[in-house]
Structures are given as structure tokens and as C-alpha cells.
């Protein structure tokens, strides 16, 4: 079983630092680079982070034409000890393989996991049929873009708990589903409205956790960490 995936939403190096420092040297984590931290640091943040041992998901979610995607890729690919990445399943096709193509032309030989966004656990039905004008329910857009981004050389999906059956029924086992919005209660949280708990995303056949505001808001912890870990790993 894999291990929660920290989302280090912090606004500057010296908090996440800090907080990374709070756990034994010797715990392996994974954890979340998200845009707050990585626009705050540069890429400086993934070399210190790496150098303490832990392994990294490069949480960007690019999102424009399939070039400029593909370039992109292809420096975040050099910078190295990255694990997984993301786009947005809206883009398309041309930009999910464009995306694939930039992360395969590295010259170290690196492979990292793409995965697709999406839709995100903030996003309820009315905001999908009315903002987005997108018809239908979130689980048929949801299974939409997964089949897209699996067609289009992604190794996986970001979506909620509540979808990862029906993905996995969809796409085949080793297509990866990497599920935020968790929470030690169900039921929509402050801004996330598509939530699960760790037992909830184990049962429907998440492969990963993303888990921000349990652990990185909680008194300690090291402790909420290993409560949602114990509660993750079953």
C-alpha cells in the first residue's frame, strides 16, 4: 500500500522545511509541491526536498496549448527526483500526448507518472451543468476525461474517491487514481465539496492519497500523519 501523499501548502520554504523537520529522519514521505510553494520557491524547493529523502509529486496542473505544455514537461522533467505531475484532462488530446512526449524527451531517462485532472473536489453539479456547461453528471465527465487521458499516454487521474470505482471499471488496474479532498469524516469541508475518508478511498480503489489540511493544520502532525496512514493502509 502506498504511502498518504502531504500536501505541503505552505507560502514559504522555511514553513514547509519546518515542517518536514518535525518527523523522525529516518520517515520516507511523499509529498505535494503544489503552485503556492513552487511559485513562493523556484525549483530550488525540489532539491531540498529530495535531499532529505522524501519522494516528490510536482502538483502544477498545466493547462494551455499542447507546445507550450510539452516544454514545459520537458524542463520539469530535467529538474529530476520527480515522481508524478499533472495537467488538466480539459486541455485535450494533442495536449495530454504533448504533455506525455515532453516528460519522455529527458535526457536522464526519468519517468514520471502523468496524471490528469479531472474534475476537482471543489467542483459540485450545479457549477458543471451551469458555469462549466458541461451536460451530464461529474461521474460521466469525470470517466470522460480519464478515458481521454488513458488514450492519450497518461498514467493516471486526480479525481475524487467518489469516482475511482467507476475509473478503474473504465480504464483497466494500472491506470493510477490519485484521490484529494480527503478528510477523517465524510461530507463536504469548507471549500471541498466531493470528499472521502481514507477507509472510503482504499475501498474504491485509490492509489494514492493527497492529504493537506488534516495533517499540515492539525496540532501535531506527526501524529495526524500516522492516524490517517494507519487509517489509509488499513
Known sequence: MSLPIIALDFETKTKALQFLHEFPKDEHLFVKIGMELFYQTGPSIISEISSLGHDIFLDLKLHDIPNTVQRAMHIIAEMGNIKLTTIHAAGGSHMIAAARAGLDTTASGQKIQLLAITQLTSTAQTQL????????????????YAKLAQNNGANGVVASGLEVHDIKQ?????????TPGIRLQAGPDKDQTR????????Q??????????????AVDHVAAYQEIKKRWQG
Open 129 to 144: 451543468n451551469e458555469e462549466q456547461k458541461i451536460p451530464g453528471s461529474i461521474r460521466d465527465s469525470v470517466l470522460n
Open 170 to 178: 473504465a480504464t483497466d488496474s494500472k491506470f493510477l487514481c490519485v
Open 195 to 202: 470528499v472521502v475518508t481514507p477507509e472510503t478511498a482504499r
Open 204 to 217: 474504491n480503489g485509490s492509489d494514492f492519497i493527497v492529504v493537506g489540511r488534516p495533517i499540515t493544520q
